[in-house]
């Protein structure tokens, strides 16, 4: 980011001052923030924000939106310079594979046909860990009722 010079006169001498503006971006901030106290639109700041609120990340792939980032001055009035960026949600994964939600992040990306059996797949190890969870009980009740019975025979 360009870095804007500062001009102030001071007892009849111009003192010049360089400041980095690259901290003051904003992201998609509200029309006020181009004449509100930047300290009123500090929660838009880029380092603070990020693209949060900017664009749906449960966008359909090829969803476009456009972008505004905004920085201005202190200077009165502030010079302003706005720009628009466009962002267009990808695919994830490359051609031939599809994205598996529940699948380690890692390995998201897989053919086709494993996503369709992930599902299956957790769905049966869902089913199995409830019927491990009853084995269990009735294994307990099993164990239970064998040291009763030994302790009646003692």
Do not use: W
Request: proline share 6%; with cysteine.
């Amino acid at each position: 980011m360009r870095r804007y010079i500062k001009a102030e006169r001071r007892g009849g001498v111009t003192a010049t001052t360089s400041v980095p503006l690259t901290q003051d971006v904003l992201s998609c901030p509200p029309a006020v923030c181009h004449t509100a106290p930047l300290d009123d639109c500090k929660q838009h700041l880029y380092s603070v924000k990020g693209l949060q609120g900017c664009i749906d990340t449960d966008a359909s792939v090829g969803t476009v939106f456009d972008v505004e980032f905004t920085v201005r001055d202190d200077a009165l009035p502030p010079h302003i310079t706005r720009v628009t960026r466009t962002v267009v949600i990808d695919d994830p994964c490359p051609a031939g594979f599809a994205h598996c939600p529940g699948i380690d992040a890692a390995q998201a990306c897989q053919v086709p046909d494993v996503c369709a059996n992930a599902a299956t797949i957790a769905a049966l190890a869902a089913a199995d860990q409830v019927g491990q969870r009853r084995f269990k009980r009735v294994d307990t009740r099993v164990e239970r009722a064998s040291n009763q019975a030994l302790e009646t025979k003692i």
